[in-house]
């Protein structure tokens, strides 16, 4: 329990910092490991080309996917001892679509290193998203007809 | 660990092969996005027709290593969990207590059921610690050797005895 109240407070100061990585020079690594914009000893070549995302219009849309990954990735770790300090039916909606959209994002990067081929990777992708979009629904449905994540969890741990 | 090693490489490997390409295409900074600059980096690894990287066996284990293969595989585990039941809730008749009863109507004993708890929460309890360990990483704290090395046995630590307390409750 005291793991769980820790994280909660890990994340409160978490999400606002996670928010303001755009404006620090942070980048996914991909991006980073070819495009430099440290000074470089001996070689010189690109230290006058600053590529912090706010510089690079037309970068924007994977810079701003990738913060939003991080965004969900917080927002995922504080509903969870959310969920146990205060189930509530905003919690179990809210996990419902945090963990979906994670998992969406989470996985489709794994399509992206392991599934190679123009053709088999969109058709992997399409296929994630209808099991991402029904594990969604059924979540949801869950919520609404059942007992609800939060207090399913309950329920399971009082076993 | 992936990223440390992508950016080690890129760094290298790059800039010695790459150098005095990527000086002219570069001189013209504001006509190149970071789009473009993918496409021409994916255009030429695709090309060049090479098998598919990382090759597992050649790399000594370690550590870092080990927790990154882990934080996948935690991952994709407990997606396909969720998934299964979400699934589930809209496909198998009988609502979630019923299927609690079945379960207690097993009688299975406490050390069973504390043991199954443990197996639930572990890969959650290490996935949520590494992924914070992942983004204090993505805000580029904590990254030198040392560093990673001592996260990665905090994260093992913490999560075995969160994992362990939970299971016991
Ligand atoms: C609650 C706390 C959680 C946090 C803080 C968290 C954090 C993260 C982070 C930061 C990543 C990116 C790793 C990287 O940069 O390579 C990641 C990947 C992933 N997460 Fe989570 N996660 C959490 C829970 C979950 C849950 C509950 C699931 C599944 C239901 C999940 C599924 C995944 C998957 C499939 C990936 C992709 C694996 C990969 O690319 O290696 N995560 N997580
Ligand atoms: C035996 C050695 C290796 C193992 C076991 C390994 C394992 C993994 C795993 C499990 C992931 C996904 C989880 C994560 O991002 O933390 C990953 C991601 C990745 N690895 Fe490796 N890897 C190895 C070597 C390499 C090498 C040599 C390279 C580069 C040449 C590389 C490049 C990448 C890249 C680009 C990613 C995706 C980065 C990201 O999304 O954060 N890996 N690796």
Same mark, same amino acid.
């Given at each position: 329990?005291?793991?769980?109240?820790?994280?909660?407070?890990?994340? +409160?100061?978490?999400?606002?910092?996670?928010? +303001?990585?755009?404006?620090?020079?942070?980048?996914?690594?991909?991006? &980073?490991?070819?495009?430099?914009?440290?000074?470089?000893?001996?070689?010189?070549?690109?230290?006058?080309?600053?590529?912090?995302? &706010?510089?690079?219009?037309? &970068?924007?849309?994977?810079?701003?996917?990738?913060? +939003?990954?991080?965004?969900?990735?917080?927002?995922?770790?504080?509903?969870?001892?959310?969920?146990?300090?205060?189930?509530?039916?905003?919690?179990?909606?809210?996990?419902?679509?945090?963990?979906?959209?994670? &998992?969406?994002?989470?996985?489709?990067?794994?399509?992206?290193?392991?599934? %190679?081929?123009?053709?088999?990777?969109?058709?992997?992708?399409?296929?994630?998203?209808?099991?991402?979009?029904?594990? /969604?629904?059924?979540?949801?449905? /869950?919520?609404? %007809?059942?007992?609800?994540?939060?207090?399913?969890?309950?329920?399971?741990?009082?076993? | 660990?992936?990223?440390?090693?992508?950016? $080690?490489?890129?760094? $290298?490997?790059?800039?010695?092969?790459?150098?005095?390409?990527?000086?002219?295409?570069?001189?013209?900074?504001?006509?190149?996005?970071?789009?473009?600059?993918?496409?021409?980096? *994916?255009?030429?690894?695709?090309?060049?027709?090479?098998?598919?990287?990382?090759?597992?066996?050649?790399?000594? *284990?370690?550590?870092?290593?080990?927790?990154?293969?882990?934080?996948? =595989?935690?991952?994709?585990?407990?997606? =396909?969990?969720?998934?299964?039941? =979400?699934?589930?809730? #809209?496909?198998?008749?009988?609502?979630?207590?019923?299927?609690?009863?079945?379960?207690?109507?097993?009688?299975?004993?406490?050390? #069973?059921?504390?043991?199954?708890?443990?197996?639930?929460?572990?890969?959650?309890?290490?996935?949520?610690?590494? =992924?914070?360990?992942?983004?204090? *990483?993505?805000?580029?704290?904590?990254?030198?050797?040392?560093?990673?090395?001592?996260?990665?046995?905090?994260? #093992?630590?913490?999560?075995?005895?969160?994992?362990?307390?939970?299971?016991?409750?």
């Amino acid at each position: 329990m005291a793991v769980l109240l820790k994280l909660g407070v890990l994340c +409160s100061g978490q999400g606002a910092r996670a928010l +303001s990585l755009r404006s620090r020079a942070v980048r996914p690594a991909f991006v &980073s490991a070819f495009l430099q914009d440290q000074p470089t000893p001996g070689w010189r070549g690109t230290q006058h080309i600053h590529l912090s995302p &706010s510089h690079q219009s037309g &970068s924007k849309a994977a810079s701003l996917h990738w913060t +939003s990954e991080r965004v969900v990735s917080v927002l995922l770790l504080g509903l969870i001892p959310a969920g146990y300090l205060n189930p509530c039916s905003v919690v179990d909606y809210s996990l419902a679509a945090a963990l979906t959209l994670h &998992s969406h994002w989470g996985i489709g990067q794994v399509v992206t290193d392991y599934v %190679h081929g123009d053709a088999l990777q969109k058709a992997t992708k399409a296929g994630l998203l209808a099991v991402s979009a029904l594990t /969604f629904a059924g979540l949801c449905y /869950f919520n609404y %007809h059942d007992v609800g994540i939060c207090r399913a969890v309950a329920m399971l741990w009082k076993l | 660990m992936a990223a440390l090693l992508l950016r $080690h490489i890129g760094r $290298h490997c790059l800039r010695a092969h790459l150098s005095s390409q990527l000086c002219i295409r570069n001189a013209a900074p504001l006509g190149t996005t970071a789009k473009e600059e993918m496409a021409r980096f *994916w255009n030429k690894n695709t090309s060049s027709n090479r098998p598919v990287s990382p090759h597992l066996t050649i790399y000594r *284990w370690s550590l870092p290593m080990a927790m990154s293969v882990c934080h996948r =595989g935690s991952g994709i585990a407990m997606s =396909g969990g969720v998934s299964l039941f =979400g699934l589930s809730a #809209l496909l198998l008749p009988g609502n979630f207590e019923s299927y609690l009863m079945l379960v207690k109507s097993l009688c299975l004993g406490p050390a #069973l059921i504390h043991a199954a708890k443990f197996v639930l929460v572990f890969p959650l309890m290490y996935h949520s610690l590494n =992924g914070v360990r992942h983004l204090m *990483w993505d805000l580029g704290k904590g990254l030198s050797i040392s560093q990673v090395q001592l996260s990665g046995v905090t994260v #093992l630590v913490l999560a075995v005895l969160s994992s362990a307390g939970l299971a016991a409750i």
